[in-house]
Every structure is written in C-alpha cells, then in structure tokens.
C-alpha cells in the first residue's frame, strides 16, 4: 500500500499528479470517505452542492445533507412547498424521489445512503443508476415524481462528487429550496454529528432512458425519425467525445448504431484520463483529429461533460461555442420549424442571438447566471415562453423540453439542422453572420484581495454603474464608444453603440472579478477587455 497521508486532499494530489498510478491509491480516498466525520460548510452554488471526495463531500456529511432535505420537507414551509410544486410532505411520500448519479468514484454508495434515509422515513424512491441530468430532469416529469437527487459534480475534475437537487419541474433548485436546505444542513453541521448509513429495504430500479426517450419523442420539439434517416441515407461523421463520463451508451439509445457515429472515451475510468472532463476547446482536440481525418461530406464532432448538461460543437473547420451555436438554435426553430417565442440568454452570453433576434422580431429575455434563471420561460404555464434557452458556459434546453440544461438535446438538434438546411455547422453560422453581423466573445478576469469577496466587491464595483450611464462616452482602444444600455441583473453590462460591450461581475465564491466581453471583430476582443480591466482597478482603488 501506498505512504500514508494526513488527509484526503494529500492523497488527492498525489492522485493527480501521477494518473497512471492513481486507481491504486483510490482505496486510500475510500477509507478518508467512510472515516472522515470533519462538518462542511454545505453551499449549493448555481447547480448543487460540491466538495472534494473524502474532505468535504463524505459519507458522513452527505448523510447530513440527506436529513437536512427530509427535515426541509417536513417542515411543510408554504414558500419551500410551493417551489417544490408539492402541498406537504405526505404528498412527497407518495409521489417519491428519484435517487441517482453519474460514473464518479463511490457514486454508487453515496446512492444507497440516500436512498436508505429516505425509506426510513416512508418515502418512496426509485433509483436510476448511472444516469445523466436530463434523464433526472425528464423522469421526473414522465413519473410525476416529487424530486430528484442526482449525485454529480458535473464538469469538476475528478477529485470532486457533488449533490444536484431538482423539484417536481424537473428544473434546477431555486433559492426558495437551496437557502432552506442551506441553513438546516450547516446548523447540522455545526453539531457535528456522526450519523449511521442505513440499507435500502429495496431497490427499484428504472430504466430512465427508456423514460428520456419516450419523453422527447412525446414532446415532438425534435424530428427522431429526420435524424436517422439524414445518418443512415448522408454521407456524414459523427464524433462524440464521452470523456469517460455518464453519457457513454445514450445516444445510441435514441438514435441506434451506427458506423456513421464514432464514440471516444467511453471506458471506465474514474480519473478522466487526467483532464478536467469540460467541453473545453482543449479537450475537443481527439474530436477535431477524426473530423480532418475524414473525407464525408457533413461533419459534425461533439463533446459532453460526466452528467450530459453541457456540449461543445465542432466541424472539421471550426468549433463552435454555446455563444454561437445558441443563436443557430433559435435561427433553425423559429425560420426552419415555425415555433414562436422568446429567446431566453444568460446576461453573460453572446449579443449575436440579439442581433438574429432583433431582425426575427423575437423578444429577448436575459438573465442572471444559472439555468435555473430560465425557469419563467421554460414552463408549459409560461406567458413567454422561450425558443430557445442558453448560457455561454455550454449549456441549452428549448421550446416544450426540459427546464434543465442537455446536451443530448443539443446534439440531437445540431444533426437536425444539418439534415434540414444541408450544411455543416460552420458554413449554416457563416451564413447567419453574413446576414445578422459578426460577434467575438470572450471572458477573462482578475484576482482581488481575498478580504473583498461578497458584500465589499460589490460595493466596490458599484461605482462602475454610477460612472457608466445610457450616453456616456467612454474610451475603449482610443475609439470613443458611447453607452446604449446598461444591464445590470448580474454585475454591470454596459452595451456600447457599435454592438460590442463589456461585463464586469464578481465571483461570488472566490476573491475574483470576471470580465465577459464582445468585439466586433477578433483584433478588437484585446481593446474591450483592456477597458473592463481599467474600469476595475480604477472602481476597486475609489
């Protein structure tokens, strides 16, 4: 065995400074799991609780989260109870909670200590394996299930699990949920109690993908038929980049085999092959090497994070972020497939779908960060309901599917367009660029002192506003650029005449400001960021 260390994060760097040798001391970050009975400070950021394996995510403390829910529950908080979508908990008794996670180290023994809590106190459960986010997130929908509890870190490096808690929507938890569940898992914590796993009396066992697959094809916002036939009968490729995470095996659940479709990392390995499993421009590298290596006519390569909420797109001759493939989306559903709406945006995303939106006469909805933001365009009940719902950071749902994030959807609607416009994906967004103007994001940022984080940074940074109103001039590469409008949902967006703009937001968990920008053209991304990192030292030294 290996030398002892003093902690889990020890033996984590060890881990990850040598993969190749890293499965052996994995026993070691079980032992640390099952023993470490240390409280956390327990924070569900914009998509669930997270924490290192075996120093803040334990056994012991994700028993204590799990009872923190139950008590949430029987509570019978009217606010609480009403975000849930449930009248009292005898009713989340009946309607059960779906229990799952996605192929990360112990996954599957974190899900039986949930599922063992939540029997205890007559609630039933269904459990679903190995499983990704928009299969929680329709499952709950298709069984009418009370909640779901999905055990993933989504895109985080290996050494981190995680707890996404989704009510009876199937959309992400809101603050009325979180905050509550915050504060009675962190009073638990400060206690520090040592609380004993309990055996599931049984495990049902469901296959959600049968539930997804019902549900899209019921939903009819996508053509599963179109697609299939445009695989088997085109001269295409496609590659998919599993990235050794839960989406292995999905796709061809929906749309069959296929030697059209190349899979990459689809084994088992609970290090990721040493990269943080992001659909990062970096990770596409093995994508974009079958794609030139190949002579089709279409060409399509994706890649998925471990829990199927986020997707990156690419060609042989480019890749193509969120911020660019979102506006495509709304350009295809509205012209090619005549649904009606609003484009739903995270404040921090891309102005191209505004300008493709602005000529379309499609309302424009932005929001804060967090897909739980789109929630009052994603219900049935809606007034304004989106088209299309995105974020830069790679995630998207549309018009009657699920108020979650998926990147199977994504996926299955880049092949639809190519089928219905017959393009690639980078001659479709030449064309949109040629008619709606030409937009390059980008996102930067600065780290601050450590002691600003939280109430002094934004009193620091609220300056920016006060100087920067609709009309200033303001300096931007020696080029004046005047003030069109100032957002200010999430940090300060200031949108200048010529379509650029610039927004300056904290982080709200590290000592840092994040800088997300637009030029209009690639040499001009430097000026725009130049300005934002001005306007911040300049706000932070008033």
């Known amino acids: 065995m290996a030398q002892p260390f003093e902690n889990a994060s020890a033996c984590w760097k060890a881990i990850m400074s040598d993969i190749s040798k890293g499965n052996e001391l994995l026993p070691v970050i079980e032992k640390f799991a099952r023993g470490n009975t240390s409280p956390a400070k327990v924070v569900f950021g914009t998509s669930g609780w997270r924490g290192e394996i075996g120093t803040d995510f334990t056994f012991n403390n994700v028993r204590i989260v799990t009872s923190a829910i139950v008590e949430a529950f029987k509570s019978n908080d009217s606010s609480f109870t009403q975000a849930m979508g449930v009248s009292d908990f005898e009713e989340i008794k009946k309607r059960g909670i779906i229990v799952g996670h996605d192929n990360r180290f112990l996954g599957p023994d974190f899900a039986m200590d949930v599922i063992g809590i939540l029997q205890r106190e007559g609630i039933k459960t269904w459990y679903a394996g190995e499983a990704i986010t928009p299969e929680f997130s329709a499952g709950i929908e298709m069984l009418n299930a009370a909640c779901s509890i999905n055990l993933t870190p989504s895109h985080n490096p290996a050494n981190y699990a995680g707890f996404k808690f989704n009510p009876s929507d199937g959309g992400p938890a809101g603050a009325e949920i979180t905050l509550k569940i915050e504060e009675i898992a962190n009073r638990m914590m400060e206690k520090s109690p040592v609380l004993q796993g309990m055996e599931p009396a049984n495990i049902e066992k469901i296959d959600f993908m049968e539930l997804y697959v019902k549900y899209i094809k019921q939903r009819r916002t996508l053509d599963i038929e179109k697609i299939k036939q445009f695989i088997e009968k085109e001269d295409c490729i496609i590659c998919i980049d599993n990235v050794y995470g839960a989406t292995r095996g999905k796709v061809q659940r929906i749309i069959g085999e296929s030697l059209k479709i190349k899979y990459l990392r689809t084994g088992d390995d609970y290090l990721f092959g040493g990269v943080a499993p992001e659909p990062s421009e970096k990770n596409m590298e093995g994508v974009m090497k079958v794609l030139k290596g190949n002579r089709a006519r279409f060409k399509l390569g994706v890649i998925m994070d471990p829990d199927g909420d986020r997707i990156r797109f690419a060609d042989e001759n480019m890749q193509i972020p969120m911020n660019y493939f979102g506006a495509m989306a709304l350009h295809f559903l509205h012209v090619h497939k005549g649904i009606k709406g609003v484009a739903a945006k995270s404040v921090g995303t891309s102005n191209f779908v505004n300008a493709v939106a602005e000529k379309l006469s499609i309302p424009v909805r932005e929001t804060k960060v ?15 309901r989106a088209i299309v719902a995105f974020e830069e950071s790679d995630g998207i749902s549309g018009y009657n599917h699920t108020l979650e994030k998926d990147a199977l959807f994504g996926l299955l609607l880049s092949i639809e367009t190519m089928a219905a416009i017959g393009k690639n994906l980078s001659e479709y967004l030449k064309d949109l660029m040629d008619e709606f103007g030409y937009y390059y994001p980008d996102r930067s940022g600065i780290t601050v002192d450590k002691n600003l984080v939280g109430e002094p940074l934004l009193k620091k940074l609220s300056v920016i506003q006060e100087n920067c109103k609709k009309g200033t001039a ?49 040499e001009g991304k430097k000026a725009v960021f130049d300005t934002a990192e001005r306007m911040t030292r300049e706000a932070l030294a008033s």
Do not use: Q
Not at 370 to 382: A, H, I, Q, V
């Open 370 to 384: 967090g897909f739980k933001n789109f929630r009052p365009y994603m219900l049935k009940t809606s007034a304004e």
């Open 474 to 522: 303001v300096n931007v590469g020696g080029d004046e650029r005047i003030v069109k409008s100032v957002i200010t949902v999430d940090g300060t967006k200031l949108v200048f005449d010529d379509g650029s703009w610039l927004m300056i937001r904290p982080s709200g968990t590290e000592p840092k400001v994040r800088f997300y920008i637009e030029a209009r053209t690639e």
